[in-house]
């Protein structure tokens, strides 16, 4: 199609707010999607220049000179500078950057152009752009830059604002090189106070070290080096800065600066000052508050500024004030503001989309560009002859468009908006919704369109909307597999005809007009799966006659399969987009990245049928690059239209895909494009931006070459006007007549009424009796009911109305016979049990009863498996915890109680040893024996010398001190470690370490001997327990026998005593009821009946049987309880009355009155007996424990010592390790300060590389300029010379014109009337106006004839005026030169004013570092020692005592005691805020292992992504991925193995045969052998007599020669033994030698304690 035309921009819209600027007094330029658009502010016209690159990414122009340009999107982006009138490209910049570019800046006073990268270089850059050279650059020093701009009064001058500051950047110059330096502005905290910054805290070699050692600054205390270290130990260890949000350049080359936080800044660029001129935080003034200052201008007569609100304010300082002069009120938020370069306008977008202009002098607001904002979603252009556009964006705004670009009228829907189309028989939109609705827009008032009428069709998205080519119907489809039709003629009231159901969400819907067979089809692209919604590969062919549909619907309204002809069909490859041609489908394959050309078969008129046909792509040709893409065709068929998220616009002839025409038309960074549409002549499309908030507007032109095919398309257009003229007239006339819809009037009120469903028809039977009311429909229908479903409810409705009588009747029906089943079951009940009913049986509805059965039991399944679930995660919660802090424990946390007291002892929880742990105690432990040893062997060698004795001494002396400077009490309990150092030994940092280790293994001792005695108490206390319970049951015993109730003590052990019984669940403590699955209660229920049948079995035992009658069930006797026996009185006490007894019963009688006495007596005397057993027992018991309580007492003291003494050694530790802590933070620092010498020895050597260089160009360049002044000189002086030959009064008339010169410099370059704050401006020799062309115009007046002398000669007077521009000439030349020399040698001295700071710095640095080794000498020599105090002791400075007590003054105890008092609480308050600053501290520490941590793990984690990154593929896995046909691999791989298999079958048989061959071999050679066997065998008795001869030959020599070798070896050893006691005597005098020399030297490094106690 390259032949057939060309695509050209016609107009673009959109506008979001950003990156608008003048580039004229009149003209404001602003980028919009992939052009700049330019916009006159007198005559609202709009011109556009498409961007020559891809896309328009950073943007900035110079109204002063004219130039804008503008960076590319793509990979090394190039930066294109236009001039503005001409639009003519001056010059494309390339290689700044390599991905992006975040800012850029034009300089007013010279051909300057700055920018600033993206990641990853984040490269600041000074282009001169005239000749495309890059004059300096500055690699990572733009990392956050939002802003770049340029002194206005100094080009050499820009200002880089970031989220994280300001920096001014310099560009220092020496002839040709350029450099750029950065000057860092410092601004306040969001307080408003001025942050200082962090220095380190030094001590002088003289002063004395802090309690805890030197300070460090916070760089070594983290831990952190690099260029780095120091901005991340500035951010956390300094208050948060202010925010720059807007800059903006005074007229005295200063900045004001706007804050986020409200604050307004100036700060002095040349030293480095920050004043700050309004402080919301102290000042009142509320108008200045609500300023924000989010944008800043310079104006005339001060500032202007805007802020969050709609206002702009003009301010006005006068000293420290600030007023507000003028204000103008706006109706949207603005973004920024500015002024034209004659500052006669202001200008102020918005970010809704307009664009104000305001008048300095009024108070006049004018709007000039009202486009809105937003992203667009779709556009279609109207079928009338206007061509008028339509466009709906994301947030419900749709406008109208003219064909100029203008727009019209605008109408806010209030809704999230998904689709648009335009019908073709009226002048209405429809629109789709993200609520399921379809809106119809009545466009023929273009000033205001309205809404007419709307219908809910889903409760999902309205994707799609297509109208047929002659407006027959509006085709609908959504993500749930519904497609409506509706009638698109306004006279039908937009009626929805019916629906189909297709087979899967739809993804792309298309209409196509077969106007021979008066049919109309429709193409759907369905992805077949509901989680799916990205492509498809099932296409739907939908076939409907173009008559009335009214009568072709079933009861619900879907459209009968008479009527409608359904076809489907497969496509080998998932598609994105469709479109249905004549009897062909284009489509788009993301996937493959390619467009496909589908041909239908004939038979698609046919019946409907379920039969899915495959489809192959007769055409496939290559697509865009980055998909994925949609696809469009033109109303005549012929060309197809693609767009992507590449932002291609593509262009093909559908006859033959494979020539196109394309247009980059959006910006492929902000996703392409997201729709095309063509115009009804096919001659211009409209694409809208996925997210660059731009509409364009694209004309195909012809070359020439081929017009017939646009006046085809033309003759189309024609042709379908002429045909829908007559129906266009009419529907837009009913159109216009519709009345416009109100909120009133959505169809939401009605469907109440219609969706009402009474009680009595939702009615279900039950066979218990409940209240009616439970029986009605319980949930109410939704509020929004889509068409569907309000017909659904309609038909419900009628349905109901027509059957009603029917219904009433079974409903009574059903009650008469609820009642009589119900009575029948109340009569059940009363029957016996062998006549009783289940309940089941009088369900009437089996089916429906298994099914809510069924319906419970899956909800029952669902619930456990929720419980199990949860169970289980519980479960495993459970026994991570248990294992983690239970199972780990080597001695378990226990306590143990006193009988008689709430007192409680516990143990120490101990966790097992680590084998680092072990392996580290060892390692400490042998270096500790072989250091004793060395020093035990160099003591035995310095007895010897003379002053032995005093040593002996000493050390006795230092045996007794020991105790009080160990520091602990672990010598007294019996844990002395002797491996342990001496407090004053620990010099090296590895020493403090192993010493760390050995008080660990001293602690961790401690606590397992405590540990030991606390298991033995806690075992005598389980015996005790034990011992009282049967006590206890004694004392029951007898209180039974006594019949006595009294409450006795029964210790019994917690749970603190016994912690395992936290980890068991007891039955009893489960309140809820135990719930049995089928299983465990059949098994329940078989243990009971074996229980009974064990019962019933024992009971019939014969045995068991006598003996309870004979002996009550036991085999022992039991002694008889004498309280019990009774004698029982004679039989006639109870029969005769005593007058009547004889003497015998008499006798008898007395008998029993004496025996019942001594029965009472002795029953007495065993009652008195068992109590006084019962209160030995008793006191048994407390005895015993009162006894445990003391010895829990004593465990507790022991607990309170070895308490104490764990403190100790701990506190020994925390020492140890805050000194090795403070010894890795002063190497840090000395690694830091060595960093930073290395660092400025570097930057000084190349300064003075740099120095050496410069000094040689400026001696040589000023040679030059002697020279040049040299040769004006001469030609001051030659003057007479070149004229000898005129007389000497017209020589000095001469000469006198000579020396006169035209005052061009003088002359102001601004006129009198010029508002420009910016009135004169500071340039270089370099960059000056061109003088020379300016005074050599101006000499023309003084050549002139009239300025001639009298009498001289023309041709003299044009000698003189060549020589005199000659002269003038020259003169230029010195300015020129001398202004580049200045420069020069302004550019050096700074470079030896830098090389001086360096070799300062360097100085400064060598300082600290030495003072630094001093400190850590002192540091390292000062050790810390923990000494005991007795008890009342209080430690005091021996140096403050006083001697002499003649000035003393004796004062009263109480006085001394307040005193102390006081102290003490003072001292209490400091120790308080010690231990803050320790826990301070401890924190820090804390975050430095956790950031070291998270280092490593990032380290890790890098190290896991590079392994992935280089994980290498074997061959046979790439050639699986590379093979793309794996059926035709795998017969390979097996015809292979078949081959290998027959082969080694081969060579096996090939093998046997060979094993066969070898095993007859070896038999023959074993025949062979056996037979020489006999001969050996038989020749055996010989040889073995000859054998025993030669041993009593050998027994016979043997001894004479053993004893010879014997004697040799003898001598051997002596001698030997001899030279190795000569060589350890003199071994053991070279180490007694070199014992002495290592102890002198010990005894000169490190003095002993008596020298320590005499100093």
């Not at 206005?152 to 090189?177: D, M, Y």
């Not at 693609?642 to 932002?647: F, K, L, Q, W």
């Not at 370099?1326 to 002398?1349: H, R």
């Not at 010879?1604 to 050893?1613: H, L, W």
């Amino acid at each position: 199609m390259d032949d057939t035309g060309s695509l050209e921009i016609r107009w673009i819209q959109g506008f979001t707010g950003k990156s608008i600027t003048f580039v004229d007094n009149k003209t404001a330029c602003y980028p919009c999607g992939s052009c700049i658009s330019f916009l006159n502010l007198e005559t609202k016209a709009q011109s556009v220049l498409q961007s020559p690159g891809r896309g328009v990414g950073a943007f900035t122009a110079n109204a002063n000179n004219g130039i804008f340009a503008f960076s590319e999107q793509k990979l090394c982006p190039s930066i294109f500078v236009y001039v503005f009138k001409e639009l003519h490209l001056k010059n494309e910049l390339k290689g700044g950057a390599q991905l992006d570019y975040t800012s850029l800046t034009l300089s007013d006073g010279g051909p300057y152009l700055g920018c600033c990268s993206s990641l990853p270089e984040y490269t600041i850059t000074v282009w001169n752009w005239e000749n495309a050279e890059q004059i300096c650059s500055k690699p990572n020093a733009g990392q956050g830059v939002v802003s770049l701009l340029f002194n206005p009064l100094n080009c050499l001058q820009l200002c880089a604002q970031s989220t994280a500051g300001l920096t001014v950047w310099n560009i220092e110059k020496s002839g040709s090189f350029h450099d750029l330096r950065p000057s860092v502005i410092n601004l306040p905290a969001t307080d408003g106070s001025f942050v200082e910054g962090l220095t380190a805290t030094f001590h002088a070699a003289n002063e004395k070290i802090p309690y805890f050692g030197p300070e460090m600054p916070p760089s070594a205390i983290t831990g952190l080096h690099g260029d780095k270290a120091e901005s991340i130990v500035t951010k956390l260890c300094t208050k948060a800065r202010l925010t720059p949000t807007a800059i903006c350049w005074t007229a005295k080359s200063g900045l004001y600066v706007g804050c986020a936080e409200g604050f307004l800044l100036l700060v002095d660029p040349e030293s480095l000052s920050v004043s700050i001129l309004f402080n919301p935080t102290t000042d009142t003034s509320p108008e200045l508050r609500r300023i924000g200052f989010q944008g800043l201008t310079l104006n005339k007569t001060g500032l202007t500024a805007i802020g969050k609100e709609c206002v702009v304010h003009c301010l006005q300082f006068k000293e420290t004030q600030i007023n507000i002069t003028q204000t103008w009120q706006l109706g949207d938020p603005v973004t920024t503001v500015m002024h034209s370069p004659d500052y006669e306008t202001l200008l102020v977008p918005s970010n809704t989309g307009q664009i104000y202009k305001l008048n300095p002098t009024s108070d006049e607001v004018v709007k000039i560009l009202d486009v809105l904002s937003g992203n667009f979603v779709a556009a279609a252009v109207s079928h009338t002859d206007r061509n008028i556009c339509v466009s709906v964006r994301e947030s419900g705004n749709l406008q109208l468009w003219s064909t100029d670009g203008l727009c019209l009228g605008s109408l806010s829907l209030q809704t999230e908006v998904t689709s648009l189309a335009c019908c073709p028989v009226a002048q209405y939109a429809a629109v789709g919704t993200s609520s399921g609705y379809v809106l119809f827009i009545d466009l023929n008032r273009e000033l205001q369109p309205r809404l007419v009428h709307q219908v809910h069709l889903y409760h999902c998205p309205v994707n799609h909307l297509v109208f047929d080519k002659e407006g027959h119907y509006l085709f609908t489809g959504g993500s749930d597999s519904h497609i409506y039709v509706l009638d698109a003629k306004p006279s039908q009231r937009f009626s929805v005809m019916g629906y189909t159901v297709v087979s899967g969400p739809i993804l792309s819907l298309s209409a196509q007009n077969i106007r021979t067979s008066k049919q109309v089809k429709v193409l759907a692209l369905c992805s077949g799966e509901e989680g799916r919604h990205q492509n498809g590969n099932l296409l739907t062919v939908l076939t409907l006659p173009t008559g009335d549909l009214s009568d072709c619907v079933d009861k619900h309204d879907c459209l009968s399969t008479s009527i409608l002809k359904v076809s489907r069909y497969e496509v080998p490859h998932p598609l994105v987009s469709c479109v249905l041609g004549i009897s062909e489908v284009f489509a788009y394959c993301h996937k493959r990245k390619t467009h496909q050309r589908f041909q239908l078969p004939q038979d698609t008129d046919g019946p409907s049928s379920k039969e899915v046909v495959q489809l192959k792509p007769e055409q496939e040709v290559k697509g865009h690059p980055l998909g994925p893409a949609s696809v469009a065709l033109s109303p005549h068929n012929l060309w197809l239209a693609s767009v992507g998220r590449d932002g291609l616009l593509l262009i093909r002839e559908t006859a033959s895909m494979e020539k196109y025409i394309e247009l980059h038309c959006h910006s492929s960074r902000l996703d392409g494009v997201r729709s095309v549409s063509f115009s009804a002549d096919s001659q211009s499309l409209l694409t809208a931006g996925y997210k660059d908030a731009s509409l364009l507007c694209i004309n195909l032109r012809d070359k020439g070459l081929n017009a017939g095919k646009l006046n085809e398309a033309t003759q189309y257009s024609k042709s379908m006007d002429h045909l829908l003229k007559d129906i266009f007239s009419k529907e837009n006339d009913v159109l216009i007549d519709m009345p416009e819809w109100g909120q009133e009037s959505i169809p939401c009120s009605d469907k109440p009424q219609e969706s009402e469903i009474s009680a009595e028809e939702a009615e279900t039977v039950e066979v218990t009796e409940q209240d009616e009311s439970y029986n009605s429909l319980l949930s109410a229908p939704p509020s929004h009911l889509t068409w569907l479903e309000s017909r659904r409810e309609a038909a419900l409705k009628e349905e109901n109305e027509q059957y009603s009588e029917a219904k009433k009747s079974m409903r009574k029906t059903i009650k008469e016979l609820r009642d009589t089943i119900q009575d029948m079951i109340r009569e059940n009940e009363t029957l016996p049990d062998i006549e009783r009913l289940e309940l089941h049986e009088f369900n009437l509805d089996i089916e429906e009863q298994k099914r809510l059965e069924a319906m419970v039991q899956q909800e029952v399944i669902k619930v456990r498996s929720e419980v199990e679930w949860e169970m289980l995660a519980k479960c495993y919660l459970r026994d991570v915890l248990k294992k983690e802090c239970w199972d780990s424990m080597k001695v378990k946390g226990k306590a143990i109680r006193a009988f008689h007291s709430e007192h409680e002892v516990k143990n120490y929880p101990l966790r097992e040893r680590t084998e680092e742990e072990e392996e580290d105690l060892r390692r400490v432990q042998d270096i500790r024996k072989f250091e004793k040893a060395a020093c035990t062997r160099s003591l035995e060698k310095c007895s010897k010398t003379p002053g032995a004795k005093e040593e002996e001494q000493g050390e006795e002396g230092r045996g007794a001190e020991s105790a009080a400077v160990s520091g602990s009490f672990s010598a007294e309990l019996g844990y002395s470690d002797p491996h342990i150092y001496d407090q004053f030994s620990l010099q090296t940092t590895e020493q403090r370490i192993n010493q760390m280790i050995l008080l660990q293994d001293l602690i961790y001792r401690i606590k397992t001997g405590f540990n030991a005695d606390f298991e033995t108490v806690h075992r005598q206390k389980v015996q005790e327990l034990s011992r009282a319970r049967e006590r206890n049951r004694q004392i029951r015993e007898i209180m039974l026998e006594l019949d006595m109730n009294e409450t006795l003590l029964e210790p019994t052990l917690t749970v603190s005593e016994c912690p395992e019984r936290l980890l068991t669940v007891e039955d009893s403590e489960i309140k809820a009821e135990k719930y049995l699955t089928p299983e465990q209660r059949e098994e329940e229920e078989r243990k009971k009946l074996e229980e009974q049948k064990r019962l019933a079995a024992k009971g019939d035992s014969l045995r068991e049987r006598a003996l309870d009658d004979m002996m009550d069930g036991a085999l022992e006797v039991k002694k008889e309880n004498i309280l019990k026996v009774e004698i029982p009185p004679p039989e006639f006490v109870l029969t005769k009355p005593s007058i009547h007894w004889t003497e015998e019963e008499r006798r008898v009688h007395k008998e029993y009155e004496n025996k019942a006495k001594d029965l009472s007596e002795e029953k007495e005397k065993y009652r008195k007996s068992m109590g006084t057993e019962i209160k030995k027992l008793q006191a048994v018991t407390k005895d015993a424990t009162e006894r445990f309580d003391g010895t829990v007492k004593q465990l507790f003291e022991k607990k309170i010592k070895c308490e104490m003494t764990v403190y100790q050694e701990e506190l020994k530790i925390t020492y140890l390790a805050y000194s090795v802590l403070i010894e890795e933070e002063m190497r840090n620092r000395e690694l830091e300060l060595k960093l930073k010498l290395e660092k400025t020895v570097a930057f000084k050597d190349e300064i003075g590389e740099q120095l050496k260089k410069h000094e040689e160009e400026v001696e040589l360049f000023h040679e030059n300029y002697s020279t040049i002044v040299v040769d004006d000189k001469s030609l001051d002086k030659d003057f007479r010379k070149e004229f000898f030959n005129v007389p000497g009064h017209v020589v000095d008339k001469l000469y006198k014109l000579f020396k006169r010169r035209p005052r061009v410099q003088k002359m102001r370059t601004q006129t009198a009337n010029n508002t420009n704050p910016f009135k004169e401006q500071r340039l270089c020799g370099s960059l000056a106006p061109d003088a020379l062309g300016k005074m050599l115009k101006a000499m023309e007046e003084l050549d002139a004839p009239e300025n001639m002398p009298e009498g001289l000669n023309r041709s003299i007077w044009e000698k003189f005026c060549l020589v005199r521009r000659m002269k003038v000439e020259s003169e230029q030349k010195v300015k020129l030169n001398a202004l580049t020399l200045a420069e020069m040698q302004a550019f050096l001295q700074k470079r030896r004013d830098e090389d001086k700071a360096a070799h300062q710095e360097i100085k400064n640095l060598s300082d600290e570092l030495e003072r630094l080794h001093r400190q850590k000498n002192r540091f390292l020599m000062d050790t810390m020692v923990q000494v005991l105090l007795k008890p009342d002791q209080v430690e005091v400075a021996v140096a403050d005592m006083t001697a002499d007590y003649t000035d003393s003054v004796l004062y009263p105890k109480s006085v001394v005691e307040d005193l102390n008092r006081t102290i003490r609480t003072l001292g209490g308050q400091k120790i308080a805020s010690m231990v803050e600053c320790k826990d301070f501290r401890k924190g820090i520490i804390q975050l430095q292992w956790e950031h070291r941590w998270l280092t490593m793990q990032i380290e890790d984690l890098n190290n896991k992504k590079r392994d992935i990154q280089k994980l290498k593929l074997t061959k046979e896995q790439q050639d699986y991925l590379d093979n793309a046909d794996q059926d035709s691999r795998v017969s390979k791989q097996v015809s292979s193995l078949e081959k290998t298999v027959a082969f080694q079958e081969k060579t096996h048989l090939q093998s046997v045969q060979h094993r066969k061959k070898m095993i007859d071999q070896l038999k023959r050679q074993a025949a062979l052998k056996v037979k020489k066997s006999g001969v050996v065998e038989q020749r055996l008795p010989d040889m073995q007599v000859a054998v025993a001869e030669r041993r009593l030959v050998y027994e016979e020599i043997a001894p004479e020669e053993s004893q010879a070798a014997s004697t040799e070896e003898r001598y051997q050893e002596v001698v030997q033994r001899s030279r190795l006691k000569d060589l350890v005597k003199a071994q053991e005098e070279d180490l007694t030698l070199l014992w002495a020399e290592v102890d002198c030297l010990r005894r000169k490094n490190f003095p002993s304690l008596d020298q320590l106690k005499h100093t």
